[in-house]
């Protein structure tokens, strides 16, 4: 006899096997997969980066802003000289109480105050070199010098209260009106250690030919006070003329103020990370470790770390991006390892004699906080995994139990019944079956009625059709073959007799209940198939006293066309995702539920490439690049998602429901990490990845409505367009207000080129000697409602990359304005504003020297200072201005990208200083110390200098006192259609502040 087993136990086994190996799986995918390795990277890349943005800061701030005084140290060396030879003495008078010392620090005091206001240091100071004698050992020597200090550099008042005098002579002090403090000195007291003097000194004696920039030296360290204020110094040597040296100049940092710009908070929110500003000694074998002098440090967790220590040893793991290095050692005073990234700040020239010194900007964290999210998560996992086997174990046990105990019950019922047809059920040898089958057998000896008359009839109908009349009286229900064949399509059936129980266990296949099926008229079921598809039944019913009529139809073809129909009315016919319309619907009606709402954010979708791809492949090639983004779309969005195709390479989606935003950033990251990894294969054998542009707005942030949300989202879609491509940028109120005419001036921008609607006006630039039109400077003026000014035109040129159109346009309309007027405009210089990095084509440039080639030597070429320059536009520019004698002007010195490097390396005929340096130039003392900087610098470069924006006398005035060689601006006259000429009042003024300035002159040099 075969051994029987229970359904309890057939169900129970395979269950409990199925769990273990599913909690297996999931711990090796989980630990052997790399998901704990890739969690400490992804620390150690957060860590780095925020070093390598620090690093970046300070290194800009030691590079382009402490040690950047060239002006500064040109005008003092020419004073120094110039004091020298009018007092017909040489450096090395310059001594400790020597008169002519004095004279000299008065005179530059200003000068030093100023740099230490523009660079925003703690300190400033200069020493003269005096006579020269080698220093051995403990030698002393005494040099005289200024040294002036300001622990608060932010914050400046009007006068010098805020400063100390730490070095000079009292003479100096007082005229400087300057307090000394209490380790005041008259003299430097210079050793064979006094590197901040010695090393730029020993450089430049060394290698004559040596820039005093490049000279230049960094030390730490240095107290240049008795009163133990640790200080960086940079130094670079003062050089005369000859080539001798005439001392050092150089800034000095607080200790305290260097760790203000440490701020250990950004390493972590608990501040229990530290920034080290450290050097790298470099002659050191990385085998044996990286040897770091300490130079400061932030963060109250380095003292629990490393005590006082001043040189700390650490081992590298593995190289970074930023040219750094992870690094790790061990505290001092903590039991547990410490772990940072150490990142390279370039101070020197490669060619510079001290670039072997490495400083260095280290971050540090320790081991548990920078690896504490990895390892919770690893702990987390573990107690999921054990938690999980306890509840499938209990819920196996469960559901084995129950089915056994509803098959007995069954087999008892049937058990009990009275059967009408005698049937012969084989033993399948499972107990509970075997007794149901037995039960059934005993049944079955009696069967109702062969057939009925309503059974033919039916039978004749060539549609899936069956009819049951239910008799509640007599516990029958007759069936005919169709209702069983409606329900089963796959089997054979005859006409059957059923008890109300059997009944309604054929109900229940319905998903009906016996006891509604008289209140039923009509209903559309839907039964899912076990091998995967759905069958749809329409149920009709008619109840009279104690019997129910009812028909049971297969509309399955009829239904699936209907949804059909409304598929193609709602999704995408390319990509299978929503269409506007569908998501237009879902979307509102759960914003008609603002409670189910939540954190919500609509998200704009747009691809990068799809031009490309359509124009290089094709446009099937094109469907399939929409189609993987689709997929990507559809395989990472929930149950909280909603997402549509709009049209074209536009995609919409809806994340809604949300506890915080952070959950929602989390899913807009996954979705574009998935686009970034994706990989679509091209017909030439080569790949590409999917790149999208993503704008997000916030409900209720941003707003409460869906079309603004949608109107938000394009515009930050727009923004990240125009910026970065392939990125993900929320939606900000203050650009939009600022930019958002933006989104709907492209049509505007095609109608001004197309149709040139521009116009020039004509601003005279006056020539302070001969008090006349120099020329005039050629100003656009948009004749556009929407587009009003040369700036909004330029923004929404580049955002279109229509630049180009702008500059051929530009050069042919103001040219025709000179070619109207050119017989007033006969001898004048005629500045004309060019794009810096871009340059006409040849077609272009001789199609405009056709029209108006006669005007182009009174051209002056002025370089905007918007655009960064182009190298090769720069160069041709150059080359035109030599061939056809024009001239090159550097527009707006002092903003934008016109600074320093861009005029050493233009080297321009004239500069234009900018209205913000004008301003106020007669009331603000630094202000005009800075620009008779200004003019010193370019009158020793032959450049001629033009003050832009000049509105009132007192500036003319001062502009002249300044030596200024032109002028321009409101206070002479405004821009006009025709070339005009100006105010007689504003000339009459000039001539008689350039006349007081010749008087003055001539009595001086009496």
């Known amino acids: ?265 950004e390493l972590l929110a608990d501040q229990s990370g530290a920034y080290m500003l450290a050097i790298l000694d470099e002659t050191q074998s990385q085998e044996q470790g990286l040897t770091l002098q300490k130079v400061t440090h932030s963060g109250g967790v380095f003292i629990a770390m490393f005590g006082e220590a001043e040189e700390l040893l650490f081992q590298k793991d593995s190289d970074v991006s930023g040219e750094g290095a992870l690094i790790h050692t061990s505290a001092f005073k903590l039991n547990q390892k410490i772990c940072g990234s150490l990142q390279p700040l370039e101070l020197y020239n490669s060619n510079a004699p001290f670039s072997h010194q490495r400083w260095v900007l280290v971050g540090l964290e320790s081991q548990n906080a920078l690896y504490g999210f990895s390892h919770k998560m690893q702990n987390s996992i573990l107690t999921f995994m054990i938690l999980s086997m306890l509840v499938g174990l209990a819920a196996t046990m469960y559901a084995s139990y129950r089915p056994s105990r509803q098959i007995g019950a069954l087999a008892r019922k049937v058990r009990n019944s009275d059967p009408n047809k005698p049937i012969h059920l084989d033993p399948i040898r499972i107990t509970e079956i075997d007794q149901l089958s037995q039960a059934i057998e005993e049944l079955s000896k009696s069967v109702a009625e062969n057939s009925s008359r309503l059974s033919q009839i039916i039978g004749m109908l060539s549609i899936q059709i069956g009819a049951f009349e239910v008799e509640s009286d007599k516990n029958s229900v007759f069936c005919t073959s169709g209702f069983f064949d409606v329900l089963d399509p796959l089997t054979a059936h005859e006409d059957r007799m059923l008890t109300l129980d059997e009944f309604a266990g054929q109900l229940r296949l319905l998903d009906l209940d016996l006891k509604d099926l008289g209140r039923l008229r009509e209903k559309t079921i839907k039964l899912e198939q076990e091998g995967g598809g759905s069958r749809w039944m329409r149920l009709k019913t008619a109840a009279r006293a104690q019997t129910i009529l009812g028909v049971v139809q297969d509309v399955t073809a009829e239904m699936v066309e209907r949804h059909r129909i409304e598929y193609e009315r709602d999704y995408d016919v390319l990509t299978n995702l929503l269409n506007r319309r569908a998501f237009q619907r879902f979307a509102q009606e759960r914003f008609e539920h603002p409670e189910q709402l939540k954190i919500t954010a609509f998200m704009m979708m747009d691809l990068d490439n799809l031009k490309y791809i359509n124009d290089t492949y094709g ?208 001898g004048k210089k005629l500045f004309i504003n060019s794009i810096s990095s871009l340059r006409l084509s040849p077609e272009d440039l001789e199609e405009l020297d056709r029209l108006y080639g006669r005007y182009n030597s009174q051209v002056v070429i002025e370089l905007t200072e918007s655009e960064k320059m182009g190298e090769m536009a720069t160069i041709h520019k150059r080359q035109r201005c030599i061939d056809q004698h024009q001239e090159i002007a550097l527009d707006d010195y002092g903003t934008g990208y016109n600074g320093e490097a861009t005029l050493l390396d233009l080297m321009p005929n004239y500069v234009k200083v900018d209205m913000s340096i004008i301003r106020g130039l007669d009331r603000d003392v630094n202000r005009r110390e800075f620009y008779e900087g200004l003019v010193v610098y370019f009158r020793s470069r032959k450049i001629k200098i033009l003050a832009e924006g000049v509105e009132t006398r007192e500036e003319m005035e001062t502009l002249i006192e300044c030596g200024t060689d032109y002028m321009q601006g409101f206070y002479f006259r405004k821009g006009e259609l025709v070339p005009p000429e100006p105010c007689p009042e504003a000339m009459e003024a000039l001539r008689k502040a350039v006349d007081k300035k010749k008087k003055e002159q001539s009595l001086t040099n009496k």
Request: hydrophobic share 40%; with cysteine.
């Open 619 to 826: 446009h099937d090639c094109g469907d399939g690049y929409i189609r993987s983004a689709a997929d990507v779309l559809r395989n990472n969005a929930g149950p909280h998602e909603i997402a549509a195709r709009m049209s074209g390479d536009e995609f919409y989606v809806l994340f809604y429901g949300y506890e915080t935003d952070f959950q929602i950033r989390q899913k807009i990251e996954q979705i574009r990490k998935a686009m970034a990894a994706y990989e679509m294969e091209l017909p030439d054998g080569k790949s590409i990845r999917i790149r999208a542009s993503f704008g997000v707005s916030w409900y209720p942030r941003d707003s409460r409505n869906l079309d603004e949300l949608i109107k938000y989202a394009d515009f930050a879609m727009y923004e990240i367009k125009n910026s970065v491509k392939g990125g993900i940028k929320d939606f900000e109120i203050e650009s939009y207000r600022k930019d958002s005419f933006m989104l709907h001036s492209s049509e505007d921008l095609n109608r001004l080129i197309e149709n040139e609607l521009i116009d020039f006006v004509f601003q005279p630039i006056i020539d302070v000697e001969s008090q006349t039109v120099y020329g005039y400077e050629m100003l656009m003026r948009p004749k556009m409602e929407n587009l009003k000014t040369p700036s909004e035109v330029l923004r929404i040129a580049r955002a279109q990359s229509r630049l180009y159109q702008i500059e051929r346009l530009t050069w042919f309309k103001a040219m025709e304005a000179v070619d109207r007027y050119h017989q007033r405009l006969q």
């Open 1 to 265: 006899m075969l051994k029987k087993r229970s359904v309890f136990n057939r169900i129970l086994i395979p269950l409990i096997i199925v769990q273990i190996f599913q909690i297996s799986l999931f711990g090796m995918l989980v630990f052997s997969g790399g998901v704990i390795t890739k969690l400490d990277r992804n620390a150690e890349e957060i860590l780095n980066e925020r070093v390598i943005n620090r690093k970046n800061y300070l290194e800009n701030e030691m590079i382009q802003r402490w040690s950047n005084f060239s002006i500064y140290q040109t005008k003092i060396e020419e004073e120094i000289e110039q004091q020298l030879s009018e007092a017909g003495m040489t450096v090395a008078d310059l001594v400790p109480g020597a008169a002519v010392t004095s004279d000299i620090l008065k005179k530059i005091g200003p000068d030093l105050i100023a740099l230490m206001r523009r660079n925003t240091v703690t300190g400033v100071f200069l020493v003269f070199e005096g006579p020269q004698g080698a220093l051995n050992g403990s030698e002393e020597t005494e040099k005289s010098g200024i040294y002036l200090r300001d622990l608060d550099p932010i914050n400046n008042p009007y006068d010098n209260s805020d400063l100390l005098m730490e070095r000079s002579p009292t003479d100096v002090a007082q005229s400087l009106d300057i307090a000394m403090d209490v380790g005041w000195s008259p003299r430097f007291k210079i050793t064979a250690e006094s590197y901040f003097y010695n090393n730029p000194v020993r450089a430049v004696r060394s290698d004559p030919d040596l820039a005093s920039e490049d000279a230049g030296y960094w030390g730490y360290g240095s107290m240049l006070n008795e009163d133990l204020i640790k200080t960086i110094t940079y130094t670079q040597p003062l050089i005369g003329s000859d080539g001798s040296v005439l001392g050092v100049m150089g800034v000095s940092l607080a200790d305290d103020y260097l760790k203000s710009l440490l701020p250990s908070k």
